[in-house]
């Protein structure tokens, strides 16, 4: 009973309060203004600092499949940079999807960004926003791993040889790398991990994601919903 108006910096509807917990599904902006509304508790399963590529890196190392950026800024790679390279936002709040490009097919999509005007996400894009770069990587196949206190919950496969591909199939040797990796650490307790095998058949996390703005694919909706719930319940009576 509550939302957000395109191109607005506030959340409409919704009550004053709330006699049981509440857990906001939406978009990226939507998990920025969320912490602002204390009724809406608890929210959103977030925290910036830990949900940034060089947090993971530094917790993950060479288990992350990124783990060789570069930080920079939008401006800085408008002016030049030599083949390809995989850029992203710094933050999983996305200002965008990330992408593989050269230079000038980079330079071509600022420029569109730019000629539309603020981008309706969670923050608008521009030369002087953070992101970072990489290598591209040779990856054969991703899937998403929904994580509730640490254990993998339910998950699916959304990409394959670089084809959009939703399938309900989430083999076990990818759930036995993912909750081995998360052993380490995770972002939040609740939390989403992309996961991706490569060319020479090891295995990579890709990135980790706010459960909260998080796309199910082929997942098990209700099981996921059900141990959110659970973790929440069992939250509030410690």
Known sequence: ??????FNEEIHGGRESYDEPVIMLGS????????SYPQLNPGVFFSEANFKVQKWVEMLGDEMLNNDIIETTIGDLVEGFDGELF?????????????????????????????????????????????????????IGEWRCFIVN????????YRNVGYTNHHE?????VQDYAENVLKTWVPHD???????????????????????????YKSDQKKILKAVHDYVMESEND
């Open 1 to 6: 009973d509550f939302g957000i108006i395109p």
């Open 28 to 35: 990226c902006k939507a998990v920025r203004l969320t912490p």
């Open 87 to 139: 850029i992203r936002p710094e933050t999983d709040l996305k200002l965008f999807a990330g992408m593989t490009v050269n230079h000038k097919e980079f330079v071509e999509w600022f420029g569109n960004n730019e000629t539309r005007g603020e981008v309706e996400s969670a923050y608008p894009v521009s030369k002087e926003s953070k992101v970072v770069a990489s290598s591209p990587k040779n990856i």
């Open 150 to 157: 640490g254990k993998i919950i339910s998950g699916s496969q």
């Open 169 to 173: 199939s989430f083999p076990q040797e």
């Open 190 to 216: 609740v939390c989403v991990a992309d996961v991706a095998k490569l060319r020479d058949n090891s295995f990579r996390i890709i990135e980790f994601n706010c459960f909260n703005a998080s796309g199910w």
